[in-house]
């Protein structure tokens, strides 16, 4: 392709979603905290400010590098966070009124920011000195520069000291998959309460071992995220009493984090912040505007970079190519002519294109509608047909029948369908009996276009071959399952199907056995 390095008009629109008619302003919200007056949150990955009833924020970090996990100090003058700066991840700290960042750590290794000793040090999360068994601790570093020195906890990684310093409630593991929802493994642990002075430990109820989250402390009491009734909410647990409480309700998206103020608690859930009034279980949505330059996603020429395209496909005659570019579906010529971006719809994520077997079209998914759709258009986006879906899910890598007549595809619950290109009918044809990151169950059209072929796995987790006939409508398997079977191709005549198969397996079949 002798024009990998055109440039193509995309505008890289980072959506900032404003719902005026639900009244609650800009979504995607992030990590807030809370002083007596004012919240602070993360946006675009810059540090925000508002006041605690929400409003106008005003913008306090610019730098390159993200920001993330601030938290207010005792007094409210000042808010630490973590930001990386300079190629490295550390800890800064900046007035609460805004101004130039100081920073306090200095070690290669990444720390991050959990909160404030009493006296006026930040607390933070560092590996710095971690071995195999003991991954995290938390250290504190004075806002007037030293040596950062360890907290007498073995092992700590999410959570805060108590008001008086003389207890701390903490998580004492990081997670491989913290978006992994209603995980119930090993790395799932409940708040964990040591008191500072004699090291003694009080351990949170957790009854459906679910995983707890982000403690904080307000009134004597300390607040975190529990996904005991499978969807996270705000819970509480008493340390004298022994008693536990659940102060939110949220069922359709979770409580992802919060933070605890001198007159209550700020949380985010389902991309805004809302106030949490624990004496009486109130909670508020707050209406936050965030009003910016938004530089990055200006409307601009954008140098199409090899690292970036995807999907690449060539057409029938060999004289374009197709390939998806940053949400957009893109055609370059071999030679001669000039690129054309089909789609120019920045605010959509456009996937997967491939083209007819006629080379006079070109289908691809879009979710342009709100949810994903298979687009059919000509070659130059202008004369477009939508397949929609049912309950619409995301998908992978369409496949046209010879002839043109039908579409097959697999979603992300591992289902083959196959679409007719006439009637918009969308049919589910087969399931693979287990999740595999390998995802093998990809259709192979007969040269006839009146089959499919792909690898399904057994109960045995061997995969065998077999063929969809779409005359008959129903599956055959054609292998024995005594081996495994991946990879299936057809001859030129459609009369043979040719497969990579295995007898001599050996133990490793199951690809989260560890066993093996």
């Not at 195999?132 to 030293?146: C, E, H, K, S, W």
């Not at 402390?217 to 499978?230: A, L, M, N």
């Not at 994903?372 to 202008?382: P, T």
Request: charged content about 20%; some cysteine; proline content about 6%.
């Amino acid at each position: 392709m002798q024009h990998t390095f055109m440039k193509v008009f995309l505008s890289l629109s980072l959506i900032m979603i404003s719902l005026s008619g639900f009244g609650q302003g800009t979504q995607l919200l992030r990590q807030p905290a809370i002083s007596s007056e004012y919240i602070v949150f993360v946006y675009a990955n810059d540090l925000w400010r508002v006041g605690i009833n929400g409003g106008d924020a005003v913008r306090l970090t610019s730098g390159e590098g993200y920001e993330s996990l601030p938290h207010f100090s005792p007094d409210g003058s000042q808010i630490a966070f973590t930001a990386e700066y300079g190629g490295n991840i550390d800890v800064y700290v900046i007035p609460a009124s805004g101004g130039s960042p100081k920073r306090l750590t200095w070690h290669p290794d990444g720390d991050y920011v959990q909160g404030w000793t009493p006296d006026g040090k930040v607390m933070f999360r560092s590996s710095r000195e971690a071995y195999p068994t003991r991954l995290n601790r938390f250290y504190t570093v004075a806002v007037n520069g030293g040596m950062p020195e360890v907290l007498d906890i073995p092992r700590a990684a999410f959570g805060e000291l108590s008001p008086d310093g003389s207890m701390a409630a903490y998580i004492p593991i990081t997670f491989w998959d913290p978006e992994w929802r209603n995980y119930r493994g090993g790395q799932a642990m409940p708040v964990w309460i040591q008191d500072m002075k004699t090291g003694a430990l009080t351990r949170a109820p957790q009854t459906t071992g679910e995983r707890h989250l982000d403690p904080v402390w307000y009134d004597g009491k300390v607040f975190y995220i529990s996904e005991r009734d499978y969807a996270a909410n705000i819970w509480s647990f008493d340390p004298q009493s022994k008693t536990e409480k659940q102060h939110t309700f949220h069922s359709q998206f979770d409580v992802k984090s919060l933070d605890a103020g001198p007159d209550g608690i700020v949380y985010e859930q389902g991309g805004y912040l809302h106030r949490l009034h624990p004496e009486d279980d109130r909670t508020e949505p707050l209406e936050i505007h965030v009003n910016g330059d938004m530089n990055f996603s200006r409307v601009r020429w954008e140098q199409v970079r090899p690292a970036s395209v995807r999907n690449a496909n060539i057409s029938p005659t060999g004289k374009r190519a197709v390939f998806e570019y940053r949400g957009e579906i893109i055609t370059v010529p071999k030679e001669n002519g000039s690129a054309r971006n089909l789609t120019n719809s920045p605010g959509a994520a456009d996937r997967a294109p491939v083209w007819s077997p006629e080379g006079d079209r070109v289908a691809w998914f879009s979710d342009k509608s709100g949810e994903y759709q298979l687009v059919i258009a000509d070659q130059f986006g202008e004369v477009q047909q939508t397949i929609s879906f049912d309950k619409p899910t995301f998908y992978f890598e369409p496949v046209w029948a010879p002839g043109g007549g039908h579409i097959a595809f697999t979603d992300t619950d591992y289902r083959i369908w196959i679409a007719n290109v006439a009637t918009g009918k969308v049919s589910a044809v087969d399931a693979d009996r287990y999740a595999h990151p390998n995802r093998s169950m990809n259709p192979v059209w007969s040269p006839d276009g009146k089959y499919i072929a792909y690898a399904k796995q057994l109960e045995s987790h061997f995969k065998a071959i077999f063929a969809y006939s779409l005359d008959a409508g129903k599956a055959m398997q054609l292998t024995d399952g005594m081996a495994d079977c991946i990879s299936p191709v057809w001859d030129a005549n459609g009369k043979y199907l040719y497969f990579l198969g295995s007898t001599d397996y050996g133990l490793n079949t199951g690809w989260l056995d560890m066993s093996s």
